[in-house]
């Protein structure tokens, strides 16, 4: 199987049953495209454009074309199981020059439920799938589908749909919006900053994860520094270090997968490291113990905390050795990030708890 050179591949396979009047007139007022022939109904329900990147290789550029993924119905009209393989089965016009019809692509970041065709058993049976297609934007290509069964093998008619790309553009700009959703995410919840986008792209329970990052930095700080602070001491310090950290933060996010509602942003990154603020304590308070004439170490640290602002406000950031990628899903139209993956556990550590590594 080869990797990145593929063009034409089936991402996911979903079996139901449905009635086809209703949702057929959807499909046409949607922009779709529907035909038949004698084994099959089919109709073009949806398309979006998607992003597909991997460490090794970009599979979402080819030139000047890009990721469209079409949602196709499909529907038995004969008494015989049909089989459709997106290999020999579903072929992509460009006018009258076949495109698109090679091999296998996938993406180790994003799960997309890959699939390799199937079959549409008894009459009246529908399955839906979706095919990924390398295209120019703006153009109208035509998507053939000839099914076959055991009896006909492939000689029954090409069925042929009209794909025009230009009636679903406004995904391909869509495509970064889970970027901005990520740095409006950290602004608004790490950094104390405003942004506007948090409440154009970003769907979160913002009180709760912004309680969630204080008690990060609070474990973070007992175990860097000392346990022995007062819960509104605490939360000084940690006003100190979200004010230094917007100062001083650098982000920069790109999604590198993006598929309907699932997406993964690659984020490069630096800001204030604990284990900096730690050692900076650690100077202060040795230098009041060695101007001191007694050992009394709870005044050395009382004396190395009342240096805590000005320690934060000259840190240097820190960079992330590596990027985190950060998965993220749609909920109700907005971007949120997937709270069970372990990058997530990482925004937190490092933009509340200081841990950059």
Known sequence: MKKWHVLLVVLALVWGLAACGKSDKKAEAEGGSSNKN??????????????????DADVSEDGEKDLLAVDLKIKNVSSDTVHISPYSNIKLYDGNEEVNIEDDIYSTRLDMGTSRGGAVSGRAIQKKMTVLVKVKKGKTYTLGIQPFTEKSGDDSDELKLALDTKKYSKSYDSLQDQAKALKAYIDTIYLNKDNADYEKYVSENKE?????????????????????????????????????????????AEAVAS?????????????????????????????????????????????????????????????????????????????????????TNELEEAFAGGEVY
Do not use: H, R
């Open 38 to 55: 004698k084994l099959i109904e089919a109709s073009i329900t949806d398309a979006s454009y998607a992003l597909l990147k991997d460490d």
């Open 208 to 252: 709760a994860v912004q309680t969630d990052a204080y008690k990060t930095f609070k474990k973070a700080f007992n175990d860097n520094i000392t346990d022995d602070i007062s819960d509104a001491d605490m939360k000084k310090y940690y006003e100190a270090y979200k004010s230094a950290a917007a100062e001083k933060a650098k982000l920069d």
């Open 259 to 343: 598929y309907k509602n699932k997406a993964v942003v690659k984020l490069t990154y630096s800001t204030i490291s604990m284990d900096d603020i730690s050692e900076k304590v650690e100077k202060y308070a040795d230098e009041y113990l060695d101007n001191s004439e007694n050992y009394d170490s709870e005044k050395a640290k009382k004396y190395a905390l009342s240096k805590f602002d000005s320690i934060v406000s000259s840190m240097e950031p820190k960079e992330a050795e590596d990027p985190a990628e950060v998965s993220m899903v749609k909920k109700d139209g907005k971007w949120t990030v997937w709270q069970e993956n372990d990058y």
